[in-house]
């Protein structure tokens, strides 16, 4: 058989696979994407009151980040540690499919996960606020290497930690310090500088910066930097994550 034709059938089983595993968790996962970043708008909403409109779909967009880091590094992160520990990956292991395969459908399946609950805030908030965002169909492939970059850390996360406890620990910390102290919900001149010089380093600042962009504006030829450095967020995260993968507990 043809090597192309035979990757091409290995992703495509595995992918089905995933969303089998999707399909039948489906209604908990859009009520665990809905329910955190929802509760967060509503409570900024009573926090702040009347807002100018530039806040507004700050917010917005911030509780967007804050979706994709919940589902594509949070719960993605703690399911694949749990697997490893599980023992679940044995079987793949087992099969004759290559690891490269095996990481894609791993991303795959944060990014059906995560994309639920990206869209639900874009919905559900401009009801909220009463705030009408801007959008285009170039914002799809965009919002998809969004949560390509955020779920590499996940997937990395969870096959990197020592324990399932220690990624539960690691997770929540990451999700309310990358959330609520890094350029998300606010604009970066705003943070500290120390914090101004971490958040130049995490793929979520320059995500929120992508996405105010487009859905305040639309797409503009200054983006084309900050799309460049999501792809390479990507590929770094996929190379260690290549290189670091336990297919089995030693």
């Not at 305040?216 to 770094?236: D, M, N, P, R």
Request: glycine share 6%; hydrophobic share 55%; charged share 10%.
């Amino acid at each position: 058989m043809n090597p192309f034709t035979q990757i091409f059938i290995e992703l495509f089983i595995l992918f089905r696979i995933q969303i089998a595993i999707v399909r039948h968790q489906l209604w908990w996962i859009i009520a665990m994407s809905a329910i955190f970043p929802m509760v967060t708008l509503i409570f900024l909403n009573f926090l702040l009151g009347d807002s100018n409109q530039d806040q507004l779909a700050r917010l917005i967009i911030g509780n967007m980040v804050f979706s994709i880091l919940l589902m594509g590094m949070n719960i993605l992160g703690q399911d694949i540690s749990y697997q490893k520990f599980g023992g679940y990956f044995t079987y793949y292991s087992s099969l004759p499919i290559r690891k490269v395969n095996f990481i894609l459908s791993l991303l795959f399946y944060g990014i059906l996960t995560s994309l639920p609950s990206f869209i639900i805030v874009f919905i559900l908030g401009q009801r909220l606020y009463g705030v009408s965002l801007h959008f285009e169909w170039l914002l799809l492939p965009v919002a998809l290497l969004a949560i390509f970059s955020v779920v590499g850390i996940g997937v990395l996360m969870g096959f990197l930690s020592p324990n399932p406890q220690f990624t539960n620990i690691v997770a929540q910390f990451l999700l309310m310090f990358v959330t609520f102290l890094t350029p998300v919900m606010i604009k970066i001149t705003d943070l500290p500088i120390i914090l101004q010089w971490i958040s130049y380093v995490l793929p979520t600042t320059y995500v929120a910066n992508i996405l105010h962009e487009m859905l305040t504006v639309g797409w503009t030829a200054s983006l084309l930097k900050e799309v460049f450095i999501l792809i390479i967020f990507s590929c770094i995260s996929y190379l260690l994550i290549s290189k670091k993968i336990h297919w089995r507990l030693q």
